[in-house]
Structures are given as C-alpha cells and as structure tokens.
C-alpha cells in the first residue's frame, strides 16, 4: 500500500510550511506530497495568509525535493484553459525530473469561482468541457514530435498547434480523476484515468464506486487492472489516546468522529482500517494532514504505520 500525503493549503498555509511538510515525507519516506488545488477557506478557520497557486507551489517543490513525487487532489477544470495547463504541469515535470502527477475534476465550490472572478457552469457542461480538457491535455502530450495537433470541441478548439513543451514522463505523467458520479465520472474515469481516486467515502461507497469503474473499463474493452484505485482520508494517528485527543482538538474535530469517517486512532487501529479498504481494491491512500506545523505527526506514521501496510 502506498502512502501519500495530502495537504488542504487553502484552509491556511504559507509556501515555507509546505515545503516543510514535503521535504519531512520526502524523508520519512512517504510516496508522494500531494495539495488541493482551491483558492478559498472553507469552513470557520480564517485561512490566512490566504490561497496558494497549486502549479506555482509545485513548480517550486520540484526543485526543494528530489524523489518524492507531486501532484493535484484535484485541479478545477474551470480555473484553466488546456492548453496553457498540459504547459504548466510538462514544465513542472520537467522541472522535477519526471515526478509530476495531474489529478484533474470538474470543480465544484462555488463560492471560490465568485470570489476570484471565475465562470461556474452548470455541471453538465462542466462534465463536457472537463472531457474536452483531457482530450486536448492527453492530445498534446502524446503527439509525437515534429507533428502536430488540432482538435475541434464545443468549448475548446486547438489548430495547428506543435503541442509543446513534451513531459519528462513517456508518453506523459499519469492523470487521476475522482468522485462518486455514478455514470460519467467512471466513463472518463476508463478513457482517460491512470488513477481513480475517492475522497472521504465510506468503504461501502467506494467497494460500489470502484465496481462501476471496472465495470466501465470493461466496456471499453479496458482491463480494469491497469487503474490504480485510491482512497483519500482525513489522519488523526496518536500513540495513545492522549495524543489522539490532542491532535484531533488541533484541527477542530472529535476523536470518534475521526474514527467513522476518516483515519483516526493508534497505529494499530490505523493499520487494521487501512487494511479493510486495501480488501475492497484500494492500492493507495492519500493522508489529508490538516496541522502543518505538526511534522511529528507524519514522523509516527512513517515508523508505526507504514512498515505494516
């Protein structure tokens, strides 16, 4: 089982405090520092100093790290164009030696999309121009070189275009997508997805949701295997209950609460639930660490936890 972790930088966080955070994982040996890629608080924390821009952090961690690997849990389809996004994120691989990872949705919190200035579609048509994106994104990093690439949507057009810069990753950096949808999410999911992720979903719910993405994959003549299924879960890991108590008052949350609906408990009870989700397919799990000034934190799971799973 691969370990990641899964920063919420928007809830409040400076750059320096995620590079803090990315440079611990990369040395207690984490698989990969992931962030949410939003630009407004939620909930009833002040969210100071304020967003920061996902690509730009990445960019920069690219070049303060060397093995970990960098990604999006998930960039909005509505906060960038395509083509200047399949720009950004071959840069940003490059830059990181081919450790870059796009998790990609459709976005969804409105209120950030008002507050920024940002178009906010109803959802179908941001199911058609997140497919229209993946299209164009996948289209020109695959292009080979010395050719070019055009494509003709409804939202999007592309001509002509010589479909640079190229990723470090042949033939591009794997692409995740997500969500509970119960038809297109696990359409585009088998098309285009390299990683099918769930956010904060019950094990019933996620048995069910990776069924409907084999099922999908299988439709298309896709062997489902070639997906790797995840999950992503709040951690509240203590040595004790003490511990637990503490870090779960730290982020505004109750213990048995965290137990229900997330990754919460000693080492023991944090190994024992990430095992049942390992049974129902899961090959990874994303810890959304909500403390960031609390290395010790991802210290305890990297030595109690991780040599178990």
Known sequence: MDLRIFTEPQQGA???????VARCAEDAGYDAFFRSDHYLKMGQVTGLPGPTDAWITLGALARETSRIRLGTLMTAATFRLPGPLAISVAQVDAMSGGRVELGIGTGWYEAEHTAYGISFPPLRERFDRLEEQLTIITGLWETPLGSTFDFAGKYYSVTD??????????????????GLGPKRTPALAARFADEFNLPFASLEDSAAQFDRVSAACAAIDRDPATVCYSAALIVCCGRNQEEVNRRAAAIGRE????????LA???AEIVDKIG????????RIY????????LDHLELIAAEVMPQV
């Open 265 to 267: 408990g000693t080492p």
């Open 287 to 294: 810890l959304q660490v909500m403390d960031l000034t609390d």
């Open 161 to 178: 275009s010589p479909a640079l810069p190229k990723p470090a990753q042949d033939p591009r950096p794997p692409i995740m997508l997500g």
């Open 14 to 20: 400076t750059y320096d405090q995620l590079l803090a």
């Open 255 to 262: 213990p048995d609460e965290l137990r229900a609906n997330g």
């Open 276 to 283: 049942r989700y390992a049974e129902i397919g899961a090959e």
